[in-house]
């Protein structure tokens, strides 16, 4: 059977792991065996891993071990049921029918709402998301984000980082944030996009909002003010 399309977006690294699973019988192992077994480096492994994870092939169970999940299972038989009964299991880097490498650049609406009026001393949610992706940006596969937020004259005042899971739908999570006793906080959101075949983490964009901050026991925060910035994620596979 041919190999399908999912698998052939694998870097081989990954396909390596796969294929330790499938013969070694477990859905779990520990980090130190797959990279005995498959001779993969620390960086290899590491590369490896990060994409099983962001595919939802692989989770993490503590202590450096690994589990498959049921698609990490079902891609795992898909890979064994792949090769030919007379064509001996080679290493993952033997197949060359995998998709030349690409490169190109997907934008996506960030967006970040924020009560108004704030009120100094009162904790209060900034919610941040994205926008669904028109044809031209849809991705293949979800992409690993950093969100980094923070607060002039308010908390946090040092960068609050979040991973963030990015694919093709509308997607949002929540900030706490607490203004301090001044008349304007400015809230920052910085925007990175991890690249799972390097480990490195790049700039895609962000945007930083200034709000009226009215005093302590004042009533605030009766609307939101929702404030909008591309970003821009160059995608490689």
Partial sequence: MEMPFHL???PPEALEILRYYG???SNIAQ???ICDATGLSERG???????????????MDGGQRYRLSDSGQRAVNDLMNSIDDDTEFGRA???????EAYAREVVRRLIVAVPQP????????VYVGFDEPDDDNLL?????LILKLSVLNGEPESPMETPFLLDNDERRRDFEITPGKFQRARVRLAVYHLDDATGNSQMAGGLYVD????????AGGASFAAYGADVRFTITG
């Fill in 118 to 125: 704030l009120v100094a001393e009162q904790a209060v949610n």
């Fill in 45 to 59: 492994f590491g590369k490896a891993i990060r994409r099983l994870v962001t595919k939802n092939y692989l989770t």
């Fill in 93 to 99: 880097d033997d197949f060359d029918d995998r998709p």
């Fill in 140 to 144: 293949d596969e979800p992409i690993t």
């Fill in 23 to 25: 013969q070694q019988g």
């Fill in 211 to 218: 709000a009226d901050v009215l005093p302590p026991g004042s």
């Fill in 31 to 33: 980090a130190d065996d």
């Fill in 8 to 10: 052939k977006t694998l």
